[in-house]
């Protein structure tokens, strides 16, 4: 029976073997899979990631397999996409973070290629734009924490495990925060707060300074693409631009050391100040592909230790919060800050730290019923939150914040300084110089300001004698930031006089006839009119007593002599200063000439008769050109003319074809016209005095003079 059993399941066998085998026909082909794609790239967007691949041309394929996860290991969501498109875009994606992709090709007979090599690429947002209310992660809502310390609530948001304060400041990761506020309520003073690399940075020290006011920078580029980079990097670098060319910040890239990290975000934020943390160089400043220009340039603000003008301690007498239209949540956006934050100046509303009259509202409609700040004062929401440019107010926190120090250079402190000696000043600092436009100098005694910029030229003509102080001074917005002093010794320069008539030596005159004295006498440092008064001016014969005050005396001598006649000037100082002419009484048979100018008058005074600056020249130089006119009477002979009148000047030098030195005849005559020539006698102008000599001789040989004084000037 057993064997049986085993004959039938051998002829069953055998039987099934040949009814399904097909006898004489060849087994069907097996089908392949495909080839798998290649060329996968992506390019992020939006809350989004585009992808591409090259086309696989099998006959039989059917379409790809999309395949994506936030692990490059579990990619667990997939699509298909028919063999028609060689691209698609992968949606509904969390911005910030990174996702993987890969790709398979399927055929018709459902056989699967390969997956390709995974990429990732993370989505940004790019629509993002916020305008003047810069904010961490635009939209989202955080855990509010608020603690008390020394009476003032400080209030902040908890977004990605950190402390967001005020929108877009970031205090530090909100555990540290917390371990912070919780000593400062056990009675910690705030100014043992400080940003020295424990990484729970708070506001209350105003975080420390960027060393001499470099500010070190990287740039991450990770905005998504070459193109997004580029631009990034542009506005980035107008921002950095902006800020140097305002203060006295200096911004340097490196990849080494304490810097900012300009990087790819959510939104628009910042740390404030500089962190130096002990735990990482860098420090982010976030910048979403929507933050412009003028968020950036906000944002540097932080990051150099400026904070919201807004909540300034003063902020109520100016703004007024209209927290019923602000959003939920982000009411401690507007809180004012610690007594111990400073106020720099009067509140600005033109501040690029400002929010705008509508920051963080509850609606889009832009109307007076919908602020969240009302300006006071009769002053509308135009400018307030402007992104465009710094301040005048922000320009000043910058240069409180990083005031350099400065030296004076020049003249040196405590020296003797002629009236009539122009000095230089200039100011030497210790980091990047202060804009000239802040920098002014002022005098002891002088109201106003004297001088402005880094260096300064000073004439003290008209300082009063002894010591002046000079102070300079860094002044931004009527704020006083820093000043220092420097004292000198102004001492008197002595006046000059010369006497112009009579000319020669020893001329002679007769007895008891009118003999008319000229003198020019000057005070370079006697401001506005440095010719010296009439009663400045007197006249003596020898030692004896003055006979005469001014600058054109006469007198008539009794008794034949030869006499000294000394003029002398004293200045308002009392410097005195002393010429004298020798002049020879004599009896006289026949009367001398009576000489006489009618052009140019005898202008009344110490100076000159004519003070001009020529504007007209040729080969030889800038010349005036004047007519003289004049003569002469004689009792015995009538009127002079011809060659009995002579008219010179005493600057040979300077006119053409003259000797050297000493005078030159410019004519004979009543009436001649001449060219009056001058030269550069200094660095900045040329002064040419001509005294012009009209000399009359009778046909006795009696002469008689008379003369003018000319002068000619000119710019060099």
Partial sequence: MKNLKIGLLIIATTFWLLAGSNCGESPPPVAKAPVTPSGLSATAANGAVSLSWAANTEANLKGYNVYWGKQSNSLGQSKFVDKSQTSTTISGLENKTEYYFAIDAENDEA????????????????????????????????????????????????????????????????????????????????????????????????????????????????????????????????????????????????????????????????????????????????????????????????????????????????????????????ESNFDKYNSEAKDMGSYDFDSIMHYGCWAFSTSDERTAATRTIVPLGGRNCNNIGQRSSLSEGDILSAYSLYLPDFSFSGAAAGSSIARNTAFNLSLNFDIEAVKNEYIIWTRSGASGTIATGRTARFVPLSWPVGEQTITASIVIKGVTLLSKSISYNITNVAPTINITQPTGSRPEFCKNTPVVFRATAYDVDTRPNPNLPDSAISWKINSGAPFATGATVSHSFSLTNDYTINVTATDSNGAT????????????????????????????????????????????????????????????????????????????????????????????????????YTSCTGSYFGTVDHLITLTATDSDGLVRIITRLIRVKTLC
């Fill in 111 to 330: 056989k699967v290629s390969a997956k390709s090599s995974t990429i990732s690429a993370t989505p940004i947002n790019t629509s993002f734009t916020p305008g003047d209310t810069e904010s961490y992660a635009p939209g989202r809502r955080g855990e509010i924490k608020t603690f008390t310390i020394k009476g003032r609530k400080i209030t902040y948001e908890v977004i990605d495990g950190l402390a967001i304060y005020q929108g877009d400041m970031i205090l530090g990761k909100a555990a540290n925060v917390d371990k912070t506020l919780r000593e400062l309520s056990n009675g910690i003073s705030t100014q043992g707060i400080t940003c020295d690399g424990s990484d729970y940075v708070f506001f209350f020290s105003l975080c420390n300074k960027w060393s001499n006011g470099i500010v070190k920078y990287s740039i991450k580029d990770d905005w998504g693409s070459d193109e997004n980079n580029r631009e990034m990097r542009l506005r980035i670098a107008n921002a950095m631009s902006h800020w140097q060319q305002k203060t006295n910040l200096r911004f340097v890239a490196s990849d080494s050391g304490d810097r900012l990290e300009f990087q790819n975000s959510e939104g628009c934020s910042s740390k404030i100040g500089r962190i130096g943390s002990a735990f990482t160089d860098t420090q982010s400043v976030n910048l979403n592909m929507g933050c412009s220009t003028g968020n950036i340039i906000h944002e540097i603000g932080h990051a150099i230790g400026i904070f919201h003008e807004q909540s300034r301690e003063d902020r109520d007498r100016f703004v007024q919060i209209n927290n019923i239209n602000i959003q939920a949540d982000k």
């Fill in 577 to 676: 200063i002393t010429d004298s002419i020798q002049v020879r009484i004599i009896n006289c048979t026949s009367t001398a000439p009576n000489v006489f100018i009618t052009n140019p008058v005898d202008a009344p005074g110490s100076g000159p008769d004519i003070d001009v600056i020529p504007t007209t020249h040729d080969s030889n130089g800038n010349y005036h050109s004047i007519t003289l006119t004049g003569g002469a009477t004689d009792v015995e002979d009538g009127p002079l003319t011809g060659s009995a009148l002579v008219w010179t000047t005493n600057q040979a030098a300077a006119q053409p074809d003259g000797p050297s030195t000493g005078n030159q005849q410019l004519g004979i005559g009543n009436s001649i016209t001449v060219k009056l």
